[in-house]
C-alpha cells in the first residue's frame, strides 16, 4: 500500500531493526531469537519531494515486543534481562533519570552533564562538573535502560528508556553475543509451515519527538520566516503530524485513543 | 490514499504558517476532532495566557512550564495533563468520563461514583428542564438527583442512569445543548470504594484495568474451590479487598507473574468488551 511505504519511509530513519533466528529443533535443545536494533536521531522528509517540510524526529521511549507462534514455547529461564543486569543500578540510573527530567524547566533538555550531575549529587553540592567526569560518566553508563516486561507465554517485551540523552540513540544491545529469549517447539514434530517469531517496536505517540518543522517551499526568506515563526504554532503543527503520521499506519488496540500506541516496526525473524 | 495523506500533511504546514496562534482555531484547522486533538501533545514552555481553552482536553498533554493565566477552560479539562506545582490549582481530583460509568466490565467491582456538582448543576441548567423533570427523564427519584448535585456518593447504576440520559440529549437532542458545548465530555465524576468503617476512598480510573485483571484470576480460582457458590453472573468483590483474597485462596498467584501461566479473560455470556482491560490480556 502506498501510505504504508511513505509512512515506512518516515519511521525508516528513526529506527532500524533486523531480527532471525536459530533453526528450530525437535531435540528438545533450544533456538536463540536474536534482534538488532539502532536508533537514531535525523532530519525527515529532505530527500522526499512529497513532504512540503522537513522536520526532526526521534523517540524517548519505544517498546521492543517478541511474539512466538504455537507450537513454539518461550524458555523462560533464557529472557535477556534488565541492562544494566544489576537491579540496584538500574533503580539508581532510572531515578536520577526522573530526578534530572524533574529540574527541567520549559523546553529544556536533559544532557549528559545534568544526568552526571544529579547522578553523582553534584547537584546538591552545588559543583560543577568537568568535562572529563561527563566523559567518564557517558563511558561507564549504559546509552539505553532495557527492562523486561513479560506479557503472555507467546510474547515478550523490553522497555527501551534513554539513560542521559533526550532520545533514544545507538544500539541497546550486542546482537550477536545478546539474544533477546530462546524457543523450543513443544511438540515432537514440527508443522509442515513452520511457526513464525513476530518483533516489532512501538511507542506512545506522546514518546514520539518531532521537532523543527521547516518548509521547503521558496520565496520565503529565512528572516521573514522566523518573523512569522511562532510556537504555539509550532507545537500544533508537530500534534498534528503526529496524529497524521499515527493515523496513517495505527493498529487499533486501544478502546479510545487516549493512549493509543504507534507501530513503528514489525518484521518476522528469519532463520539463521 | 496517498492523496489523502498528502493533503493532511499539507494541513501541517497550513497550521504551522496560520496567522492565528490560538489553540482552539488551530485545533478546527486540523479538520481532526478538536476535543481530543491536544491528547499527549507537548505544550511546555508556551504562552497560552488569555486563550479561550473551552472545548480542548489535555489528557496526557505536557504543559509545564506554560503561562496559563487568564485562560479559559473547562473543569476537568487538565486533570490528566502533566504540569507544574504551581499550575495544580487548575485540576481537581475527577477523573472519570460519562462514558467511562457504562463499561458493563465494571460490573464486577462494588464501586460507587461522585458526580461534580457544578458540572450536574450545569447540564440541568443547560437542557433547561426542572429538577422533577430530570430526574424523571433518567429514571431516579428526586433525592438521588440531589445527591448527585451535593458530589455525594451513588450507586454506580444510579450513575448509569444519569449517564445515559446525558447522552440520549447529546446525541438524540442535540438541539438541547449549544454545539460548542463540550462540558460533557470533559471527566466529570470519579469512583469511590466503600472503606470497612463507612467511609469512601477514590479508585484511580488507570487502575482499573490492573483491578479487573486480578477480578479474572479471583473469580477463576473460587470457581475452582467451589464451582456452584461463585456463578458468572452473580460475582461482584470490593476492589480492596481482591488482592487479599488472592493471596489467600493462592499464595502464588500474584508473586511469580512471568512464570505463571497467564488465562484467558472471563466472558460473561452477552458482555460486549470493555476498555478496562489490562494490556495484557489482550491476546
Given at each position: ?12 530513519d528513526?529506527l ?10 525437535v ?7 536474536h534482534v ?5 536521531e535525523?532530519?525527515?522528509?529532505g530527500?522526499d519531494v512529497?513532504f ?6 526521534s ?16 524458555d523462560?529461564?533464557?529472557i535477556?534481562r ?5 537491579e540496584?543500578e ?13 529540574s ?25 562538573l ?27 517485551a ?6 542521559y ?17 530462546r ?6 514434530v ?6 513464525t517469531?513476530?518483533?516489532g517496536v512501538?511507542c506512545a505517540?506522546e514518546?514520539?519527538h ?7 517551499r ?23 503530524l ?12 486501544a478502546?479510545?485513543?487516549?493512549f493509543a500506541?504507534?507501530?513503528l ?8 | ?6 493533503t493532511?500533511?499539507?494541513r501541517?504546514?497550513e ?5 492565528s ?11 481532526l476532532?478538536r ?7 507537548d505544550?511546555s ?9 473551552r ?5 496526557g ?24 506545582a ?11 468520563y ?18 461534580r ?6 447540564i ?7 429538577y422533577k423533570?430530570?430526574a424523571?427523564?433518567a ?31 447529546l ?7 449549544r ?14 470504594v466503600?472503606?470497612?468503617d ?9 487502575d ?5 485483571a ?9 470457581r475452582?474451590?467451589?464451582?456452584s ?6 460475582w461482584?468483590d ?20 512471568s512464570?505463571?501461566s ?22
Amino acid at each position: 500500500m502506498r501510505v504504508r511505504s511513505n509512512r515506512k519511509r518516515v519511521l525508516s530513519d528513526v529506527l532500524s531493526i533486523d531480527a532471525w533466528h536459530e533453526p528450530f529443533r525437535v531435540d528438545g535443545s533450544t533456538s536463540a531469537v536474536h534482534v538488532e536494533l539502532s536508533f537514531t536521531e535525523g532530519r525527515i522528509g529532505g530527500s522526499d519531494v512529497d513532504f512540503p517540510f522537513t522536520f526532526k524526529v526521534s523517540l524517548k521511549r519505544a517498546l521492543l515486543t517478541v511474539r512466538a507462534e504455537r507450537p513454539l514455547e518461550i524458555d523462560r529461564r533464557s529472557i535477556a534481562r534488565s541492562v544494566p543486569e544489576a537491579e540496584i543500578e538500574l533503580t539508581k540510573l532510572r531515578t536520577a533519570r526522573e530526578t534530572a527530567e524533574a529540574s527541567l524547566s520549559g523546553k529544556a533538555t536533559l544532557t549528559p552533564a545534568l544526568f552526571g550531575a544529579v547522578l553523582t549529587g553534584a547537584t546538591a553540592r552545588g559543583e560543577q562538573l568537568t568535562q572529563q567526569d561527563i566523559l567518564k560518566i557517558v563511558q561507564n553508563v549504559p546509552e539505553v535502560l532495557v527492562s523486561p516486561r513479560p506479557r503472555n507465554p507467546q510474547e515478550y517485551a523490553w522497555e527501551l528508556v534513554p539513560t542521559y540523552r533526550d532520545g533514544l540513540r545507538g544500539q541497546p544491545w550486542d546482537p550477536i553475543d545478546a539474544p533477546r529469549l530462546r524457543v523450543k517447539p513443544s511438540t515432537s514434530v514440527l508443522p509442515q509451515l513452520l511457526p513464525t517469531i513476530s518483533v516489532g517496536v512501538s511507542c506512545a505517540l506522546e514518546d514520539l519527538h518531532i521537532s523543527d518543522i521547516v518548509p521547503k517551499r521558496l520565496g520565503l526568506n529565512e528572516k521573514l520566516r522566523k518573523l512569522i515563526h511562532n510556537d504555539i504554532n509550532e507545537a500544533a503543527a508537530i500534534q498534528h503530524l503526529k496524529l497524521v503520521l499515527r493515523e496513517a499506519d495505527l493498529e487499533p488496540r486501544a478502546f479510545d485513543n487516549r493512549f493509543a500506541e504507534v507501530i513503528l516496526a514489525s518484521v518476522l525473524a528469519v532463520p539463521e | 490514499m496517498k492523496d489523502n495523506f498528502l493533503t493532511l500533511i499539507g494541513r501541517t504546514l497550513e497550521i504551522l504558517e496560520c496567522d492565528s496562534h490560538s489553540l482552539s482555531c488551530l485545533a478546527e484547522m486540523s479538520g481532526l476532532d478538536r476535543f481530543t486533538f491536544y491528547r499527549s501533545a507537548d505544550l511546555s514552555g508556551l504562552d497560552l495566557s488569555n486563550q479561550d481553552l473551552r472545548g480542548l482536553n489535555f489528557d496526557g498533554a505536557n504543559l509545564r512550564g506554560s503561562r496559563l493565566d487568564g485562560a479559559l477552560y473547562d473543569q476537568g479539562a487538565f486533570n490528566g495533563s502533566k504540569l507544574d506545582a504551581a499550575q495544580q490549582g487548575m485540576t481537581d481530583h475527577y477523573d472519570v468520563y460519562l462514558d467511562d460509568v457504562d463499561d458493563v466490565g465494571l460490573n464486577r467491582l462494588y464501586l460507587f461514583v461522585e458526580f461534580r456538582g457544578t458540572s450536574i448543576e450545569e447540564i440541568i441548567s443547560a437542557v433547561g428542564l426542572s429538577y422533577k423533570q430530570v430526574a424523571a427523564a433518567a429514571k431516579l427519584s428526586s433525592s438521588t438527583l440531589r445527591k448527585t448535585r451535593q458530589s455525594q456518593p451513588v450507586a454506580i447504576e444510579t450513575a448509569r442512569s444519569l449517564a445515559g440520559f446525558v447522552k440520549h440529549l447529546l446525541y438524540d437532542k442535540p438541539h438541547r445543548l449549544r454545539q460548542d458545548w463540550t462540558v460533557i465530555r470533559q471527566p466529570i465524576a470519579r469512583f469511590l470504594v466503600s472503606e470497612n468503617d463507612g467511609s469512601f476512598s477514590q479508585m484511580r480510573r488507570n487502575d482499573i484495568p490492573e483491578i479487573l485483571a486480578m477480578s479474572d484470576e479471583l473469580l477463576r480460582v473460587r470457581r475452582e474451590v467451589y464451582p456452584s457458590t461463585y456463578t458468572l453472573e452473580s460475582w461482584r468483590d470490593k476492589p480492596t479487598s481482591i488482592a487479599t483474597s488472592l493471596k489467600y485462596l493462592r499464595p502464588s498467584a500474584r508473586s511469580v507473574e512471568s512464570d505463571r501461566s497467564p488465562r484467558p479473560p472471563v466472558k460473561i455470556p452477552g458482555q460486549i468488551e470493555f476498555k478496562f482491560r489490562s494490556p495484557n490480556r489482550d491476546s
